[in-house]
């Protein structure tokens, strides 16, 4: 999911061994009414994506009205916003955290546009580029006002045998995403590839009444008993292919992974994948779980 992208300035040499990301597009699936965030769409086989990140945002004030105005009309639409793809506006997702870009133009679109699977299988396919869709909203700028969390993955960790949310959210609202593990699935004369795992997007019916403001805020981590990612018996991955929490769903989870068992109340889903996230081929059968861009655009 690249575009174009620039050479890092290393000086006139650049070491063998030397560790940068392309500078690209990349997708950020959005949560949050009073509060919005920005949930980075993984891909554990592209260096450039290899990241989780969630962050606050700040909108300007008309594409804010304009986003609660579409959320209003279509609440279990999904809203993605992306970096524009002009050269000054392509970053890499460490940029963020570091503090380097702080702010940057955006695109907002509603939905996942239509494709065909030749595309899909292009190296540098990216669903969301203004060539081939019409943005929900158009050339704004964004501010990053914080970092909820950043996870590089490390593909020498083993998965853990039931799922492990972060759950974050600000005043009455709240939001879950997995966090996943991108393994590493290969043998050692094998071609490198990563999972099997799976990206959630989901908010929550209402802020838990348990949890204390500055740790909503912050985030916390909580595991899903009833939601195993492999068989008891044999090992088997079960990673899910659907949603894997309904809306209005009662889920019990564990803070930090233990007990008591606390509860929690699920809202909608806005992504629930595993043909993006995974390599190729790890996966018997894929899912990508968003909804589709109208045909008309709400705005037009």
């Not at 970096?83 to 963020?96: H, K, R, T, Y």
């Not at 679109?109 to 669903?127: D, I, K, V």
Request: glycine share 6%; with cysteine.
């Amino acid at each position: 999911m690249s575009h174009k992208h620039t050479k890092a300035h290393t000086g006139d040499k650049t070491p063998p061994d030397f560790v940068t990301n392309h500078p690209h597009q990349h997708a950020f699936v959005l949560v949050g009414h009073e509060t919005v965030f920005a949930v980075h769409m993984t891909q554990y086989h592209h260096e450039e994506h290899k990241y989780q990140l969630v962050m606050k945002m700040t909108l300007p004030p008309d594409v804010k009205s304009a986003l609660d105005h579409a959320r209003d009309m279509y609440p279990t639409d999904t809203f993605v916003l992306c970096n524009d793809d002009a050269e000054s506006q392509l970053f890499m997702v460490p940029d963020l955290p570091a503090g380097r870009r702080p702010t940057f133009k955006a695109n907002i679109f509603q939905g996942l546009p239509a494709f065909t699977n030749e595309e899909a299988e292009e190296p540098h396919f990216f669903p969301w580029d203004k060539v081939r869709t019409t943005p929900f909203i158009a050339d704004f700028d964004v501010t990053v006002e914080r970092i909820v969390t950043y996870r590089p993955f490390a593909h020498h960790l083993k998965q853990p045998d039931f799922a492990t949310y972060l759950l974050w959210g600000d005043g009455e609202e709240a939001h879950m995403t997995n966090l996943q593990t991108a393994a590493l699935a290969s043998g050692k004369f094998e071609v490198p590839a990563f999972g099997p795992d799976y990206d959630h997007v989901m908010s929550l019916k209402e802020a838990p009444a348990w949890l204390d403001k500055p740790l909503l805020e912050a985030g916390v981590v909580v595991s899903v008993p009833g939601l195993r990612l492999n068989d008891a018996k044999t090992g088997a991955p079960t990673i899910p292919t659907d949603v894997p929490i309904a809306p209005g769903q009662k889920i019990d989870v564990l803070y930090r992974g233990m007990g008591p068992v606390r509860t929690v109340w699920a809202g909608q889903t806005f992504l629930a994948a595993t043909a993006v996230c995974n390599s190729p081929g790890v996966l018997d059968g894929v899912s990508l779980i968003i909804s589709a861009t109208p045909e008309k655009p709400e705005h037009d």
